[in-house]
Structures are given as C-alpha cells and as structure tokens.
C-alpha cells in the first residue's frame, strides 16, 4: 500500500500530537516529521520530500515555505491549518501555490478525505475567512435539502476535484452555461453559497455521489450528533492526558 508521507508544523506540541493522533489512525498515513517552526519545517520537506506539509498559520511562515517549495521545485503540497486567515494572505497563499486552507475546528474524517484529496494532486481553493468559520455552512447544508439529481451528483462531485465550469462542461459534453444552471440548482438545494463549502460537502459525502440514484437510499448529509468530534477536540482530550 502506497504511504501519504506527512508534515506538520506547528509551534504548540499540543497541536501536533493531535493531527499525529488523527493521522496516526489511518494505514495509508505515514508521518515523517513534526516540526515546531519554520525552518525546522523546511529542512524536514527538503530532507523528506513528503506528499504533504500541514503548517500552521501565521505562526510558522507560510508565505516562507511556499516560497522555497516553489523555488526549489518541492513535490510537497502545503495544506494550511488555521482558525482564521485575512484576506490579503489568501491572495498571497493562493499565488503562491498553497493547496488548501482547513480550520482547527474540521471534523478528523474529513480532514483525511481533504488530505487524500491533496495527494491526488486536487487543489482545493483557500476559503474565505468566514468559510472558516466552524463549518456552520456545512452543517446546515447536512440539515435539510432537496434531492439532488444524478446530473446534479456528478457536477457536485467534479467540483470537488477542484475542476472548473469550463472543464466540468468539457467532461459531461454540456455547455458552460448548463453547467452554472446546474450549480444555482444545487446551490439553492443545498443551501450553500459558493463553491469551497459546495465541495467540502462532496468531499465528506463521497460515496453518496458516486452511487446511482437507483440503488441508493436519499441521503441526509447529516452527522451522527452523538459521533461527532473535530481536530479541535482531538486535540483538547491529547491536553487531558
């Protein structure tokens, strides 16, 4: 079985030892290195050339280590971890080649099927900051929604591979136009507003999209309330020990 080699940089050893402990879970994760700053966290992806880096925003220097990875021509992904980014720093990580932006307070489920995602070479646009906040959107959409088509699935499921309109189009043999009549569709069901939540969504509701309409029961997009747990809690309960 082919490894994730993983990264992470961050100065709290509390931090670090809780995305270890959700990696740590999981047979096709394998972490080379836990770094505390900036430095450290580029010696270790020049020393190991890992699929993927997670660092800590702003506290470590993203803008630093994407820098040097694009410079030195680095396979590495760089996938930032934060609770809140202002918006000339997405611009900046955006340019500069940055892979995705996740909140602390991410569900660890879903933040393995993002890193799987990343290693697939799937850039998941950086989100706004309000898209940081915890992942109200989301849930909402996991709520309640109308049923979603076959065609609709499919579009759902493309833009979570980070494909744009015009390629979506070219796959399903549509027009650009059917497409963006598809997402104000889907937008309006799942009541969602904008592409990164739309695909956050698909991302944690992978197998749903991939069933036919036929042999699948509706799916509710909804969590299990009493299952429920973030990275943000992982790393609360590695504090209790």
Known sequence: MHCIR????????????????VLGTERDFRLVACCGDGPSCIEAIRLFVPEIAIVDLPDIGGS?????????KLRTRLVFFTGYIHDSDIASLAS???????????????????????????RLAPPTPYELEPAQETTK???THAPLTDRERQIMRLVSEGLPNKEIARRLNV???????????????????NRTVLATLAISQ??????????????????????????????RSVRNR
């Open 6 to 21: 993983v990264v992470i940089a961050d100065r709290h050893p509390i931090v670090r030892q809780g995305l270890a402990d």
């Open 64 to 72: 630093e280590i994407l820098a040097v990875t694009r410079a030195e």
């Open 96 to 122: 500069g080649g940055a892979y995705s932006v996740i909140s602390k307070d991410i569900e660890p489920k879903l933040l393995l099927q993002i890193l799987r995602q990343v290693a697939s070479n799937h």
């Open 141 to 143: 959409a996991k709520a």
């Open 175 to 193: 027009t650009d136009g059917t497409i963006k009549v598809h997402l104000h569709h889907i937008f309006q069901k799942l009541e969602v507003s």
């Open 206 to 235: 992978i197998h749903e999209l991939d069933a036919p309409q036929e042999d699948r029961r509706e799916a509710s997009f909804e969590a299990s309330p009493g299952t429920r747990s973030t990275v943000a809690d992982k790393i």
